[in-house]
T-cell receptor
Framework: GQQVMQIPQYQHVQEGEDFTTYCNSS?????IQWYKQRPGGHPVFLIQ?????EVKKQKRLTFQFGEAKKNSSLHITATQTTDVGTYFC?????????????FGTGTLLAVQP | EAGVTQSPTHLIKTRGQQATLRCSPI?????VYWYQQALGLGLQFLLW???????NRGNFPPRFSGRQFPNYSSELNVNALELEDSALYLC???????????????FGAGTRLSVL
Protein backbone atom coordinates (compact mmCIF):
# COMPACT_ATOMS: atom_id res chain seq x y z
CA GLY A 1 0.00 0.00 0.00
CA GLN A 2 0.92 3.64 -0.15
CA GLN A 3 3.57 4.82 2.27
CA VAL A 4 4.58 8.31 3.26
CA MET A 5 7.94 8.55 4.96
CA GLN A 6 9.47 11.54 6.66
CA ILE A 7 13.07 12.24 7.52
CA PRO A 8 14.53 12.86 9.93
CA GLN A 9 12.47 11.18 12.66
CA TYR A 10 13.91 13.55 15.22
CA GLN A 11 15.98 16.73 15.13
CA HIS A 12 17.41 18.79 17.93
CA VAL A 13 18.51 22.33 17.06
CA GLN A 14 19.73 25.40 18.88
CA GLU A 15 17.33 28.31 18.82
CA GLY A 16 18.06 30.41 15.74
CA GLU A 17 19.22 27.49 13.59
CA ASP A 18 17.31 26.40 10.53
CA PHE A 19 15.34 23.15 10.28
CA THR A 20 14.07 21.08 7.35
CA THR A 21 11.89 17.99 7.25
CA TYR A 22 11.38 15.95 4.09
CA CYS A 23 8.35 13.96 3.09
CA ASN A 24 8.45 11.20 0.46
CA SER A 25 5.53 9.25 -0.94
CA SER A 26 5.71 5.91 -2.70
CA UNK A 27 2.96 7.10 -5.07
CA UNK A 28 2.00 10.32 -6.82
CA UNK A 29 -0.11 12.61 -4.69
CA UNK A 30 -2.99 14.85 -5.70
CA UNK A 31 -2.17 17.23 -2.88
CA ILE A 32 -0.21 17.37 0.32
CA GLN A 33 -0.98 18.91 3.66
CA TRP A 34 1.21 19.74 6.64
CA TYR A 35 0.16 19.55 10.26
CA LYS A 36 1.88 20.46 13.51
CA GLN A 37 1.30 18.66 16.78
CA ARG A 38 2.60 20.32 19.92
CA PRO A 39 3.65 18.03 22.79
CA GLY A 40 0.49 16.80 24.48
CA GLY A 41 -1.66 18.41 21.81
CA HIS A 42 -3.47 17.43 18.65
CA PRO A 43 -2.50 17.96 15.02
CA VAL A 44 -3.27 21.40 13.68
CA PHE A 45 -3.48 22.14 9.97
CA LEU A 46 -0.72 24.39 8.64
CA ILE A 47 -1.02 24.44 4.87
CA GLN A 48 -2.06 22.57 1.72
CA UNK A 49 -0.09 22.37 -1.54
CA UNK A 50 -1.80 21.27 -4.73
CA UNK A 51 0.27 22.25 -7.76
CA UNK A 52 3.45 20.61 -9.00
CA UNK A 53 6.46 22.64 -7.86
CA GLU A 54 4.34 24.86 -5.63
CA VAL A 55 6.09 26.90 -2.94
CA LYS A 56 4.23 28.61 -0.12
CA LYS A 57 5.51 30.69 2.77
CA GLN A 58 4.08 31.40 6.19
CA LYS A 59 6.37 33.81 8.00
CA ARG A 60 9.48 31.71 8.81
CA LEU A 61 8.02 28.51 7.32
CA THR A 62 8.53 27.56 3.66
CA PHE A 63 6.67 24.64 2.13
CA GLN A 64 7.51 23.01 -1.20
CA PHE A 65 5.75 20.40 -3.31
CA GLY A 66 7.97 18.46 -5.68
CA GLU A 67 7.68 18.61 -9.44
CA ALA A 68 6.70 14.95 -9.58
CA LYS A 69 4.22 15.44 -6.73
CA LYS A 70 5.80 12.60 -4.76
CA ASN A 71 7.74 14.63 -2.23
CA SER A 72 7.50 17.75 -0.14
CA SER A 73 9.53 19.69 2.35
CA LEU A 74 9.03 22.09 5.23
CA HIS A 75 11.82 24.50 6.07
CA ILE A 76 11.85 26.68 9.17
CA THR A 77 14.23 29.62 9.22
CA ALA A 78 15.70 30.74 12.54
CA THR A 79 13.82 28.33 14.79
CA GLN A 80 12.20 29.52 17.98
CA THR A 81 11.16 27.54 21.05
CA THR A 82 7.55 27.90 19.93
CA ASP A 83 8.38 25.73 16.90
CA VAL A 84 8.77 22.67 19.12
CA GLY A 85 6.50 19.80 18.13
CA THR A 86 5.99 17.03 15.63
CA TYR A 87 5.47 17.99 12.01
CA PHE A 88 3.43 15.63 9.87
CA CYS A 89 2.90 15.68 6.15
CA UNK A 90 -0.26 14.03 4.81
CA UNK A 91 -1.04 13.21 1.23
CA UNK A 92 -3.85 12.01 -0.95
CA UNK A 93 -3.44 9.66 -3.88
CA UNK A 94 -4.48 10.44 -7.38
CA UNK A 95 -7.60 8.39 -8.00
CA UNK A 96 -7.78 7.27 -4.40
CA UNK A 97 -10.60 7.69 -1.91
CA UNK A 98 -11.15 11.43 -1.95
CA UNK A 99 -10.84 12.09 1.71
CA UNK A 100 -8.40 9.45 2.90
CA UNK A 101 -5.25 11.17 4.02
CA UNK A 102 -2.11 9.13 4.50
CA PHE A 103 -0.05 10.70 7.25
CA GLY A 104 3.70 10.63 7.19
CA THR A 105 5.72 9.21 10.03
CA GLY A 106 6.38 12.66 11.47
CA THR A 107 9.46 14.63 12.46
CA LEU A 108 9.87 15.64 16.08
CA LEU A 109 11.61 18.99 16.43
CA ALA A 110 13.28 19.96 19.68
CA VAL A 111 14.60 23.51 20.04
CA GLN A 112 17.12 24.36 22.73
CA PRO A 113 17.01 27.96 23.95
CA GLU B 1 -17.66 28.40 16.67
CA ALA B 2 -16.92 25.21 18.63
CA GLY B 3 -14.19 22.94 17.34
CA VAL B 4 -14.19 19.17 17.21
CA THR B 5 -15.03 17.81 20.64
CA GLN B 6 -14.20 14.36 21.94
CA SER B 7 -15.24 12.55 25.07
CA PRO B 8 -14.11 11.27 27.39
CA THR B 9 -10.69 12.89 27.70
CA HIS B 10 -9.28 9.83 29.41
CA LEU B 11 -10.57 6.27 29.58
CA ILE B 12 -9.15 3.42 31.61
CA LYS B 13 -10.22 -0.11 30.82
CA THR B 14 -9.00 -3.62 31.43
CA ARG B 15 -8.21 -6.30 28.89
CA GLY B 16 -11.29 -7.84 27.30
CA GLN B 17 -13.56 -4.90 28.05
CA GLN B 18 -15.21 -2.67 25.51
CA ALA B 19 -14.54 1.03 25.01
CA THR B 20 -16.79 3.65 23.43
CA LEU B 21 -15.34 6.95 22.31
CA ARG B 22 -17.40 9.87 21.09
CA CYS B 23 -16.80 12.71 18.69
CA SER B 24 -18.78 15.79 17.69
CA PRO B 25 -17.61 17.44 14.48
CA ILE B 26 -17.51 21.11 13.73
CA UNK B 27 -20.97 22.36 12.89
CA UNK B 28 -21.62 21.88 9.18
CA UNK B 29 -18.94 19.22 8.70
CA UNK B 30 -20.30 15.94 7.37
CA UNK B 31 -17.12 13.86 7.36
CA VAL B 32 -15.61 12.34 10.49
CA TYR B 33 -12.32 10.47 10.67
CA TRP B 34 -10.80 8.38 13.42
CA TYR B 35 -7.08 7.90 13.95
CA GLN B 36 -5.02 5.93 16.44
CA GLN B 37 -1.79 7.46 17.71
CA ALA B 38 0.25 5.14 19.88
CA LEU B 39 2.78 6.80 22.18
CA GLY B 40 5.52 8.47 20.19
CA LEU B 41 4.19 7.19 16.90
CA GLY B 42 2.41 8.68 13.92
CA LEU B 43 -1.25 8.74 13.04
CA GLN B 44 -2.79 5.51 11.85
CA PHE B 45 -6.03 5.90 9.91
CA LEU B 46 -8.88 3.91 11.41
CA LEU B 47 -12.21 4.90 9.89
CA TRP B 48 -13.90 7.53 7.75
CA UNK B 49 -17.60 8.29 7.97
CA UNK B 50 -19.54 10.62 5.74
CA UNK B 51 -23.27 11.25 5.62
CA UNK B 52 -23.85 8.37 8.02
CA UNK B 53 -21.97 5.79 5.94
CA UNK B 54 -18.61 4.14 6.49
CA UNK B 55 -16.55 5.25 3.46
CA ASN B 56 -13.19 3.71 4.22
CA ARG B 57 -11.39 1.82 6.91
CA GLY B 58 -7.75 1.35 7.75
CA ASN B 59 -5.86 -1.83 8.43
CA PHE B 60 -7.42 -2.62 11.81
CA PRO B 61 -9.25 -5.74 13.00
CA PRO B 62 -13.08 -5.88 12.98
CA ARG B 63 -13.22 -5.31 16.74
CA PHE B 64 -12.65 -1.66 15.85
CA SER B 65 -15.97 -0.35 14.61
CA GLY B 66 -18.04 2.76 14.72
CA ARG B 67 -20.96 4.66 13.40
CA GLN B 68 -22.08 8.14 12.46
CA PHE B 69 -25.37 9.53 13.64
CA PRO B 70 -27.83 11.74 11.71
CA ASN B 71 -26.37 14.82 13.44
CA TYR B 72 -22.93 13.74 12.08
CA SER B 73 -21.51 12.95 15.50
CA SER B 74 -19.68 9.67 15.67
CA GLU B 75 -18.79 6.81 17.98
CA LEU B 76 -15.77 4.56 17.89
CA ASN B 77 -16.18 1.19 19.57
CA VAL B 78 -13.31 -1.07 20.45
CA ASN B 79 -14.29 -4.56 21.58
CA ALA B 80 -12.21 -7.16 23.40
CA LEU B 81 -9.60 -4.60 24.37
CA GLU B 82 -5.95 -5.60 24.21
CA LEU B 83 -3.00 -3.97 25.92
CA GLU B 84 -1.68 -2.67 22.59
CA ASP B 85 -4.89 -0.72 22.05
CA SER B 86 -3.58 1.82 24.56
CA ALA B 87 -3.19 5.01 22.56
CA LEU B 88 -4.50 8.48 21.87
CA TYR B 89 -7.56 8.24 19.65
CA LEU B 90 -8.06 11.33 17.55
CA CYS B 91 -11.18 12.36 15.73
CA UNK B 92 -11.14 14.86 12.89
CA UNK B 93 -13.83 16.42 10.76
CA UNK B 94 -13.87 18.10 7.38
CA UNK B 95 -16.29 20.21 5.43
CA UNK B 96 -16.62 18.88 1.94
CA UNK B 97 -15.53 15.67 0.33
CA UNK B 98 -15.68 16.88 -3.24
CA UNK B 99 -13.72 20.11 -3.17
CA UNK B 100 -10.02 19.67 -2.68
CA UNK B 101 -9.61 23.15 -1.31
CA UNK B 102 -11.89 22.40 1.59
CA UNK B 103 -10.59 18.95 2.48
CA UNK B 104 -8.76 20.19 5.56
CA UNK B 105 -9.11 18.03 8.62
CA UNK B 106 -9.72 19.66 11.97
CA PHE B 107 -8.73 17.53 14.92
CA GLY B 108 -10.19 17.19 18.38
CA ALA B 109 -8.05 16.96 21.50
CA GLY B 110 -8.38 13.17 21.55
CA THR B 111 -9.29 10.46 24.00
CA ARG B 112 -6.42 8.83 25.84
CA LEU B 113 -7.31 5.15 26.21
CA SER B 114 -5.33 3.09 28.67
CA VAL B 115 -5.82 -0.66 28.75
CA LEU B 116 -4.55 -2.35 31.91
Amino acid sequence: GQQVMQIPQYQHVQEGEDFTTYCNSSTTLSNIQWYKQRPGGHPVFLIQLVKSGEVKKQKRLTFQFGEAKKNSSLHITATQTTDVGTYFCAGRNYGGATNKLIFGTGTLLAVQP
Amino acid sequence: EAGVTQSPTHLIKTRGQQATLRCSPISGHTSVYWYQQALGLGLQFLLWYDEGEERNRGNFPPRFSGRQFPNYSSELNVNALELEDSALYLCASSLDKSLVAKNIQYFGAGTRLSVL
